[in-house]
């Protein structure tokens, strides 16, 4: 069964500081795999996502992401934090039937500092 | 903006009392998407839909039920709410690949 894990429920930055947020997935078939933002009392927006084609991804808002089959990750960079990037930070993976559905790691907050 | 809307944004019910989400897209996506969102849990699948009147069960739809007679609409019922049914609850709907999400509703059920 496919499965999104994401190291870290909480990460604090400092203002200018590399945002890393962690994902790592499992899957037996190729991944769709995405990233959402959600902001506080908000829904989800979508940050970027990785459909085979390159395996770094740039997405709104400064970030990026690189797909590492050997180490089964997907995590979410950005180069320098701003105070407007706190909120949660949501992985996910597409599950292999045609359904489409989305498989959710358990979400990072990130917190930055002044 | 995928023009998804939920209503309502917030409820308040009590335990034992039945209860309607709403969701409403005005483009004409053909799968839709009931998830539940909850601390240290991301957001669960609840039930979806593939069509009018096509509806299947996602991983934690005991106690919910769902209805689709239209395109642009597609419904979620309680139909006995319980306190553990407190969540947000977030309507998707799927463009390709990618799937797009409403703004929410709140439910609390004391």
């Known amino acids: 069964a496919q499965s999104v894990t994401q190291l870290g429920s909480h990460v604090s930055v400092s203002e200018g500081a590399l945002v890393l947020l962690r994902c790592n997935y499992s899957?037996?078939?190729?991944?769709?795999l995405f990233w959402y933002v959600q902001y506080p009392n908000q829904g989800l927006q979508l940050l970027l996502k990785?459909?085979?084609?390159?395996?770094l991804v740039k997405g709104i808002n400064g970030f990026e992401a690189e797909f590492k089959k050997s180490e089964t990750s997907f995590h979410l960079t950005k180069p320098s934090a701003h105070m407007s990037d706190a909120a949660e930070y949501f992985c996910a993976t597409r599950g292999s039937s045609n359904t489409g559905k989305l498989i959710f790691g358990q979400g990072t907050t990130l917190q930055v500092k002044p | 903006d995928a023009g998804i809307t939920q209503s309502p944004r917030h409820k308040v019910t009590e335990t034992g009392t039945p209860v309607t989400l709403r969701c409403h897209q005005t483009e004409n996506h053909r799968y839709m998407y009931w998830y539940r969102q909850d601390p240290g849990h991301g957001l669960r699948l609840i039930h979806y839909?593939?069509?009018?009147?096509?509806?299947d069960k996602g991983e934690v739809s005991d106690g919910y039920s769902v209805s689709r007679s239209k395109t642009e609409d597609f419904l979620l019922t309680l139909e006995s709410a319980t306190s553990s049914q407190t969540s947000v609850y977030f309507c998707?709907?799927?463009?390709?690949?990618?799937?797009?999400f409403g703004p929410g509703t709140r439910l609390l059920v004391l």
């Open positions: 899957s037996s078939v190729p991944p769709y």
């Open positions: 998707a709907i799927r463009d390709s690949e990618t799937q797009y």
């Open positions: 839909s593939y069509g009018v009147k096509d509806t």
């Open positions: 990785y459909t085979s084609a390159a395996t």
